[in-house]
């Protein structure tokens, strides 16, 4: 089976916070090391999204082009996704020319199809800023659930798609004036004409979690509109309509378009330039995207739309994993108001693992879910280092006190055959959650394999027997390390890694290995720790540093060439 896994692409305004990494790139990271460790064919794709207003108007307040300001924040991005071990087969960016022409020949296809239309509007002017205000530059009350703060082209609150006119007293989001209305003309796709076709898409699909079915369903039933596509600022890609001379592409209606466009140029990196046909166009693949609540309609919908506006047979999204929302400590995200972890933040505190596994250990699947500090030390402390941790560590000093290379000809006893069995009943557990796209259930059931390696040692106590019980007992509990390792590799590969060299491994495992009891003749490595515990006193020196680190983002003086890295 072929995969495409795609995340929502960071747009590079500003570095992600840990709830836009847990909703897009970590979780797709760990769904496809996944998915490439049960051998599959697998091109996990995403880039900088670099177009649009925001980051015109912040180049403009640093009297630099955006060009310059994308160029030095998509190398931040991808220094820090090296950090996070987080690693899409391609990450590209919307300025990269394979796709800026992909998008073209798309909408081209689209526009002589007849499904683009032109329409004069009269849109929102700041005569203060002097430009037309894209959709999300106007501030409001959304007019449906009475959120004070909602973005003209979506309510983040409920989901609902909206447009600047539907707002409710709206401002200017750059200098918080009220806007004049202006006629322009723009160019419309006619969601109109798709909309049965989504709709049979939609309703067939029963590998949509319910989020995002109940969402598109609630558009659906409401009624698609026209939604205009291209926009009056000069950074984006130029529409390729004719008479659209100074109009540009919305930015939603082409950054998604970009994993099909990083498909096909990751393929032409590799020498291979046809390859990214049978990826898009072959119904032996599944298409799964990682993505926010609040990117649910532009996924399920707008993309599904623009396909099927080519004519051509695209594979459409076999499913969306769209998490509810990070909190922190009780409240959402603010970079003003120093709430939330940002990731170069995070790694400058602790190594990428301890985060990655937290992460996903408190993943937001079915509700929102809340990082607190607290919650943070306790499964570092707790799970991580107490239970995994031990668990490893006391199995492989073991091994290596007693043994140094794994013996061969050991026979297991009844008790240790029925003690390994539950192991691999627990990684087929691990597996089922793994395939689902449980991704928080699939690190919970393999903590069990070490919480059933902790009470074996504990009431066992295999340093007390025979030499043949011992080697039995020692033998099943390396076979069990090894199911753990492998079931845990996607979530934190650091750990892993240094796990398997001590194991005695020089390469990588696939799955199935996981599945087999460890090999005879490997020499074992010197065991150490993997993790450590993390003190109050360690946690309120952290917090320090970050302090630390905001007030010099906040006077402009913070070094993002060099990301800070963990102490030591």
């Not at 199911?483 to 020089?506: C, D, E, K, N, T």
């Amino acid at each position: 089976m072929r995969w495409v896994v795609g995340s929502a692409w960071p747009y590079i305004y500003a570095v992600p916070h840990l709830g836009n990494l847990v909703g897009s790139l970590l979780s797709a990271d760990v769904f496809a090391r996944y998915l490439k460790l049960r051998g599959y064919e697998v091109v996990y794709v995403t880039g900088s999204d670099e177009h649009g207003t925001p980051i015109e108007v912040e180049a403009i307040k640093l009297g630099i082009e955006p060009r310059l300001l994308t160029d030095r924040m998509h190398e931040v991005i991808k220094k820090l996704l090296k950090l996070w071990g987080i690693e899409p087969d391609n990450y590209t960016r919307t300025e990269s020319e394979v796709h800026k022409q992909y998008v073209r020949d798309t909408f081209t296809k689209i526009y002589k199809n007849g499904y683009i239309f032109t329409r004069d509007d009269e849109l929102p002017y700041c005569p203060r800023d002097k430009i037309f205000l894209p959709d999300r530059f106007v501030i409001g009350t959304c007019p449906y659930c009475g959120y004070p703060y909602a973005r003209g082209d979506q309510c983040e609150n409920c989901g609902k798609l909206l447009e600047p006119r539907l707002l409710i007293n709206p401002k200017c989001a750059i200098c918080g004036s009220t806007p004049e209305w202006r006629v322009t003309r723009h160019w419309y796709l006619d969601l109109r004409r798709l909309e049965e076709r989504i709709k049979g898409y939609i309703e067939g699909n029963g590998a949509l979690p319910d989020n995002a079915r109940q969402m598109s369903l609630g558009m659906l039933k409401e009624g698609l509109r026209p939604r205009a596509i291209t926009r009056d600022n000069k950074w984006g890609i130029p529409a390729p309509f004719p008479e659209a001379e100074g109009k540009t592409i919305y930015v939603w209606f082409e950054a998604v378009l970009g994993y099909v466009s990083a498909t096909i140029e990751y393929f032409k990196g590799i020498g291979r330039e046809d390859e990214w046909r049978r990826f898009w166009f072959d119904k032996g693949t599944r298409v799964v995207f990682f993505i926010g609540k609040d990117n649910i309609p532009f996924h399920t919908i707008i993309f599904p739309a623009l396909l099927m506006a080519t004519g051509e047979d695209y594979v459409m999204p076999w499913t969306v994993s769209s998490t509810e929302y990070l909190i922190f400590e009780g409240r959402k995200f603010s970079k003003s108001q120093r709430i939330g972890v940002w990731a170069d933040e995070a790694i400058a505190l602790l190594p990428a693992d301890y985060w990655r596994f937290y992460l996903i250990y408190n993943r937001p699947e079915q509700r929102d879910s809340n990082f607190t500090w607290d919650s943070f030390l306790d499964v570092v402390n707790s799970v991580m280092n107490d239970t995994i941790g031990n668990f490893i560590h006391r199995v492989l000093t073991l091994a290596s006190r007693r043994w140094g290379t794994v013996p061969s000809g050991v026979k297991l006893s009844e008790q240790d055959q029925e003690v390994y069995g539950k192991v691999l009943e627990v990684l087929g557990e691990v597996e089922g959650n793994y395939e689902a796209i449980r991704l928080k259930d699939a690190v919970a059931q393999s903590i069990e394999i070490a919480r059933l390696g902790n009470r074996y040692l504990n009431e066992k106590q295999p340093w007390r027997l025979s030499d043949a019980e011992f080697n039995s007992s020692l033998y099943m509990l390396l076979s069990a390390v090894k199911a753990l390792s492998v079931a845990l590799a996607p979530v934190i590969p650091f750990s892993v890694s240094s796990l398997w060299r001590m194991m005695g491994y020089s390469g990588g495992l696939r799955w199935d290995d996981a599945k087999r009891p460890i090999e005879e003749g490997l020499r074992l490595g010197e065991p150490k720790p993997l993790f450590r515990k993390i003190s109050r006193e360690e946690l309120n020196s952290m917090l320090k540093r970050l302090d630390e680190i905001r007030d010099l983002k906040d006077r402009g003086k913070y070094p993002w060439e060099q990301v800070y890295l963990p102490e030591g």
